[in-house]
């Protein structure tokens, strides 16, 4: 087998280069709209479009028309550019330990990461799992 062959074997498939893509750059998107502070709604309707639209490109799950990624960058005063920055299609994609795709949880996520104090972290760990723990054991006795 030639050089030129196995490397053809080894290299990405174009479409899961593709998706990888899609997916960094709506983790890009997610990652600016929150430093920001905007919510997905707020995002959509400054597009006028539905915020539904907003979580299927943050997903991946929806791919970004170079005029609508643009339309982006210029609401969140970036260079479109941003987007693509730091994308690496060699390393398999891994889903964030959240889903990526419930607000509530990223926003609980996010804002976790930002707790200094790690006493603070660690009694707040142990309060969600308490709660965790209380919710199942309701849901058992229903």
């Not at 709506?26 to 479009?49: D, K, M, N």
Request: net charge neutral.
């Amino acid at each position: 087998m030639t050089q030129a062959a196995m490397m053809r074997d080894t290299a990405p498939k174009p479409a899961r280069v593709a998706k990888r893509v899609d997916e960094h750059v709506g983790e890009r998107i997610r990652h600016l709209r929150t430093t920001l502070g905007l919510t997905q709604e707020q995002l959509s309707s400054a597009l006028g479009i539905s915020y539904q639209q907003i979580q299927k490109y943050e997903t991946g799950a929806n791919r970004v028309s170079a005029g609508r990624l643009y339309e982006i960058a210029m609401e969140l005063d970036v260079e479109p550019a941003f987007f693509f920055a730091n994308v690496d299609t060699s390393r398999p994609h891994t889903p964030m330990p959240h889903g990526g795709k419930n607000r509530t949880t990223i926003e609980l996520v996010t804002n976790f990461s930002e707790i200094t104090d790690s006493s603070v972290r660690s009694a707040l760990a142990s309060l969600v799992r308490s709660l965790a723990r209380t919710s199942d054991a309701d849901s058992e006795e229903s």
